[in-house]
């Protein structure tokens, strides 16, 4: 048990995509988020790949490229609950970073995302900059921290190995918690 794979997302998967959503929503998401999401799951605006252990679904995430400006966007980024510290949403990061910068069309130099001041943490440990703090940024009333990272900073054999250093400690993390924090559903 452990195994580790990232793929493109499918449109099989949009079950266990929404699911893991409902597993988050409390704490991640706010009130109208499930519908954006299940409208990105049928008509992705760009490319979107999941994360599998053993073959399950256990997290979610794509970009876009933004035609008119130097820039993709990170759109979702989710990883089932029972998988949260195993490295999953790293892996993921990093594979959608190299993905932009092997295959953006046009080729692109940052990528950006917004997120709530719980997450960003986590995109200022990957590397990202953070470019702005918006008080109620979000609908819901949430403060909105936009951040980018910079791809030509970075070259694509680094990115690479970040992948592989990220595909190796989540089968590890997996590996090591699989009778205790990561139960079979």
Do not use: Q
């Not at 929503?25 to 008509?43: I, K, Q, S, V, Y």
């Not at 200022?124 to 918006?134: M, S």
């Amino acid at each position: 048990m452990g195994r580790v794979d990232l793929r493109p997302y499918e449109p099989g998967d949009r079950d266990a995509v929404l699911a893991i959503f409902d597993g988050n929503a409390d704490t991640f998401f706010g009130a109208g988020d499930r519908g954006w999401l299940a409208e990105t799951l049928d008509e992705p605006d760009g490319p979107a790949f999941v994360v599998t252990v053993d073959g399950r679904v256990a997290a979610f995430g794509g970009y876009e490229i933004w035609d008119h400006y130097n820039k993709a966007l990170l759109y979702w980024g989710m990883a089932d609950r029972r998988y949260h510290g195993a490295g999953l949403g790293r892996l993921l990061l990093f594979a959608r970073l190299l993905h932009v910068a092997e295959h953006g069309d046009p080729p692109t130099r940052y990528v950006t995302v917004d997120t709530s001041p719980m997450i960003a943490p986590f995109f200022l440990a990957c590397g990202f900059e953070r470019t702005a703090v918006w008080p109620e940024g979000y609908r819901s009333g949430m403060e909105m921290h936009e951040l980018r990272f910079d791809l030509s900073a970075t070259d694509r054999a680094a990115l690479r190995a970040r992948v592989s250093d990220a595909l190796r400690r989540a089968e590890a993390a997996v590996a090591a918690g699989a009778a205790e924090k990561f139960p079979a559903a």
